[in-house]
């Protein structure tokens, strides 16, 4: 009787780490040529840039003139700097940069969506065709706005461009955070996106003029970015892959400080889950393959957390199970994560310096055993909803190479 209730739950163990797998089988095979839409002849779309900053006076000049210094029309952009309860001179060298800088004070509702949200009320988003928000620690790269543009009409879409990571060739922690955005991005991203799935969004992510118009600004979570993925693709409303858009950030220098983030991007998601997961499921807007990719997205995209328990799962089957059960048990819980293999090895061929990133693989243990550390933190502390500063260092010129993303 024990064998068949460990086994059960090993069964189902596997079919959650089958999931992610399932969906993006499902992708290739949906694939289908999405053709470019275009905006109205001789136009170019018009952007409106919000860059939420709370004293990022480290970091806020390099992101302002990474916007300002884009290819890109300069009657069809604008650039506002929010500086939210800065203490610091984030709001001055903002301004003298040529940003437009709002400075707001108010101590009893801070943090980024609202500062957004205040900032988003001031404006008259009929003169834009989209908001696009920008990260005070980030830097774009010149053909950002180009690329954004190739979506276009850009009114009634919200879409995201590839997150890179500024640092990536620092050390081997921002390597292997470099390799796994590069697998997500280049990857993973144009899968979706030729299966006509919506994309997550994040840095430097916009949002059609209509739908803010229409709706306003619908997020005051720490994690803003993952509960309005959640919150449009319930809505049935498109969230699109700029994949000729590059934005840099940069990756934490030390598990400490990678830390923070983690356990606030899973904390976040796990609270959109349980605020959303229902209405996701209802929803009559989209179909029932989106709808197992937003799962998916929200709780099963972290690929360290998948090895970790494919692995676990694939020890526990051959050890407690005896013969041919436990076997298929184990062979299908490592078959699970054949898809990351992939991604990783696609990621790598296209990679700037193959070689030497592969030699980051020597530190995975570490890198694996910290990433169970923070989860087991997270999953003992999710009531507790703190925004907690990364640490902020002088800015580095930027090692993660730009690339023009071959499809898949």
């Not at 480290?58 to 929010?82: F, K, Q």
Request: with cysteine.
């Amino acid at each position: 009787m024990l064998h068949l209730m460990l086994a059960g739950v090993l069964i189902g163990a596997v079919v959650l780490l089958w999931l992610p797998l399932f969906s993006e089988l499902l992708c290739i095979f949906a694939r289908r040529r999405v053709p470019p839409a275009r905006s109205r002849i001789g136009q170019v779309p018009r952007l409106l840039f919000l860059v939420p900053a709370h004293n990022e006076e480290l970091m806020i000049e390099g992101c302002v003139r990474s916007v300002l210094d884009m290819s890109y029309p300069a009657d069809a952009r604008h650039l506002v700097v929010i500086a939210d309860n800065c203490t610091d001179a984030t709001a001055r060298l903002a301004a003298e940069q040529g940003a437009v800088s709002l400075e707001r004070v108010d101590a009893d509702f801070a943090g980024k969506p609202r500062a957004i949200a205040w900032a988003l009320s001031q404006m008259d988003l009929g003169e834009w065709d989209a908001c696009v928000i920008v990260d005070a620690d980030s830097t774009v790269a010149p053909g950002f706005a180009s690329g954004l543009a190739e979506l276009a009409p850009l009114n009634d879409i919200v879409f995201q461009p590839n997150n890179l990571v500024l640092n990536e060739f620092e050390s081997w922690l921002t390597r292997l955070g470099g390799l796994l955005c590069r697998c997500r991005f280049h990857v993973t991203f144009p899968l979706k996106q030729s299966a006509g799935l919506n994309c997550p969004i994040g840095n430097g992510m916009g949002i059609g003029t209509n739908l803010l118009i229409r709706d306003g600004w619908r997020s005051v979570s720490i994690t803003e970015d993952s509960e309005l993925y959640a919150v449009y693709t319930e809505a049935g409303v498109q969230i699109r892959h700029a994949s000729a858009a590059d934005i840099f950030s940069q990756e934490s220098r030390s598990l400490q400080e990678g830390a923070i983030q983690r356990r606030r991007w899973l904390a976040g998601r796990i609270r959109v889950i349980q605020d959303w997961g229902v209405r996701i499921i209802r929803s009559p807007r989209i179909g029932w393959h989106q709808k197992l990719d937003v799962f998916v997205e929200l709780g099963l995209c972290n690929p360290i957390l998948l090895l970790i328990i494919g692995l676990g799962v694939a020890a526990i089957s051959l050890l407690t199970l005896p013969g041919g059960p436990g076997e298929w048990i184990a062979f299908l819980a490592v078959a699970s994560v054949s898809n990351l293999v992939v991604a990783t090895i696609l990621a790598i061929l296209r990679h700037p310096q193959p070689w030497r990133t592969l030699s980051a693989f020597f530190m995975l243990p570490a890198y694996v055993g910290w990433r169970l550390v923070v989860v087991l933190g997270t999953l003992f502390t999710l009531r507790d909803t703190t925004w907690r500063r990364t640490a902020r260092r002088p800015p580095q010129v930027a090692s993660a190479v730009p690339m023009t993303n071959p499809p898949v």
